[in-house]
């Protein structure tokens, strides 16, 4: 019997599983796809909010601040790359002077300091692609990005390191009463634990149906993104938006870690809890919201445009606690914006939940003493300095093949990728692990070299290897 299983490998999946492996736990992590981050983790801003429009009476709004405040110790730990930006929340009329103040007050309540408005000539000073048409501007310290999917697999391989076992493809079909535990049914068999964390993303209403209660239901949403090419001859270096009216929510222009500027997300309700498709409406809506801020954004180098569902709760707030009909099973629901920034703190609380559980059991929680709060990224070869790259490639011979030349990514990167555990079982997985496939040509070149290597380490033949999910082969018959 394990002591605990997670169901699903998002963000917050990944984040619980490496808090709890922090105690002697025997943990499962069970993900119905074939990679991890493959839901709203994947499709996401990878903006790490202040705080700043938090409702401190709002469970959301506490974790925001608590998540904050864990953020950067965390990334150092795991060792993901983390950027503070600074966001810019832009004003064009006398209806935005009156909700950008609105904002400065909140955020002052909430303790951002440095929170300040902006003349117009100041705000064209820091971000000159801004419309001329500029009123203000609310300056809002302490922000940042990330990449989430680095994150999320930081979390897992740490995880893993210290016990956790992931086992993919594994779909939840059913959950059953055990005198002392769940019964976990999954489409490869059955598990036992003492306690179920449903971490399920917008299937977590699904899950909550599993174990008899209808107590909640997922809202989904999805929202559509664009990137333009790194030598767009556009760039900024804030987050900006356009401040929120009550007729319409203003996409975000993000810089990237690596250089590119994403535009997003254009959001619709959907009833479709699959479709990821991009659609040529929405990504009009997003087009005409994002040149409400600039008209300067150049939409003929797009490289490449997404979409993910994102999981909103009917409960009107992050739905985390004990079910209230199965003992041992605790929700972690409608984590929609800003759950990439409440991860760590999510995870604490549901660790204070399986600890008050655990007690009541008549069993306590017993720290770790050989955990391992470290985990060292995959080096990238663009990323050594040019003097030490010849000792480097002596030293790791894969690191002297350039697979991908858009984002000069070595076989040496690719392979520690599919190496790694939980590591990259697919085309996507290689890519969103080491960026293979993410520059202009978007995997043109690379992504057969990509396949091969996949069907080396994985020792399957190449029209096995999928581009991420089952059924998502790419090749129909052998390659000679």
Known sequence: MYDIVIIGAGIVGTAVARELSKYKLRIAVLEKNNEIACGATKANSGIVYNGHTARPDKLKGRLTLQGRQMFEDLCRELDVAFRPVDMLIAGFDEEDDAAIEELRKRAVSNGI???????????????????????????????????????????????????????????????????????????????????????????????????????????????????????????????????????????????????????????????????????????????????????????????????????????????????????????????????????????????????????????????????IPHRRGIVSFKSIPYGERNQWVQQHPGYGRIVCRCEQVTEGEIRESIGRMPGARSVNGVKLRTRAGMGRCQGGFCGPKVVSLLSEELDRRMEQVLYENNGSALLSDSMP
Not at 314 to 324: M, N
């Open 113 to 371: 300091s440095g929170v300040r408005i902006l003349g117009r000539e100041e705000a064209l000073l820091r971000e000159p692609s801004l419309n001329e048409g500029l009123r203000s501007a609310l300056l809002n310290p302490g922000c940042g990005i990330v990449d989430p999917w680095e994150l999320c697999f930081a979390l897992a391989e740490n995880a893993a390191a210290n016990g956790a076992e992931f086992k993919l493809n594994t779909e939840v079909t059913g959950l059953a009463p055990l005198p002392d535990g769940i019964a976990v049914e999954t489409a490869a068999g059955s598990l036992q634990a003492k306690a179920v964390i449903n971490c399920a993303g917008i299937n977590t209403d699904v899950i909550n149906r599993m174990a008899g209660s209808e107590s909640f239901s997922i809202l989904p949403k999805r929202g559509q993104y664009a990137v333009l090419d790194r030598s767009a001859k556009f760039q900024i270096s804030h987050i900006v938006a356009h401040c929120k009216s009550e007729k319409e929510k203003s996409v975000f222009l993000i810089p990237t870690l690596h250089g590119n500027v994403m535009i997003g997300p254009s959001m619709e309700p959907t009833e479709d809890r699959t479709s990821k498709k991009t659609t040529a409406g929405q990504m009009e809506k997003l087009m005409k919201s994002a040149h409400k801020i600039s008209r300067r954004i150049p939409e003929r180098q797009v490289i490449r445009s997404f979409a993910g569902l994102k999981a909103k709760c009917s409960a009107g707030d992050f739905l985390i606690r004990e079910s209230e009909v199965m003992n041992g099973l605790i929700h972690a629901a409608g984590i929609n914006n800003p759950g990439l920034t409440c991860s760590p703190a999510i995870a604490v609380h549901i660790a204070d939940l399986v600890a008050s559980m655990y007690g009541r059991m008549g069993l306590t929680l017993e720290r770790n003493p050989a955990f």
